[in-house]
Nanobody, 125 residues
């Protein structure tokens, strides 16, 4: 099994910055794609940014030019650098990753999507 743990959330003033981390651990062979989702209070979860195994990225229009997604394959970690934060960026941020997961005790693996439990970001003056 694989676990994803987000960190880096907190309270920040409008215009401020935060860097979120999503660390994967467990029976990992390779992390393929990784993504960050945002769930504002009372709203549905929405895709914020994604990154492929080759490093290609995509962003929601609302965060283009402000957020940057990146990855460190050696650390099995996906990051979300958030600059120019706005009150509407407030909410819980979840990471998800498609992981080639090793079957314990074998050389076989399967591919599965995993989700973290989220980290809270509050943008307020």
């Amino acid at each position: 099994q694989v676990q994803l743990v987000e960190s880096g959330g907190g309270l920040v003033h409008p215009g401020g910055s935060l860097r979120l981390s999503c660390a994967a651990s467990g029976n990992i062979l390779k992390i393929n794609a990784g993504s960050w989702y945002h769930q504002a209070p009372g709203k549905e979860r929405e895709l914020v940014a994604g990154i492929t195994s080759g490093g290609n990225t995509n962003y929601a229009d609302s965060v283009k030019g402000r957020f940057t997604i990146s990855r460190d394959n050696g650390k099995n970690t996906v990051y979300l650098q958030m600059n120019g934060l706005k009150p509407e960026d407030t909410g819980v941020y979840y990471c998800t990753a498609e992981v080639d997961t090793v079957v314990a005790g074998t050389e076989r693996y399967y591919t599965k999507d995993y989700w973290g439990k989220g980290t809270l970001v509050t943008v307020s003056s």
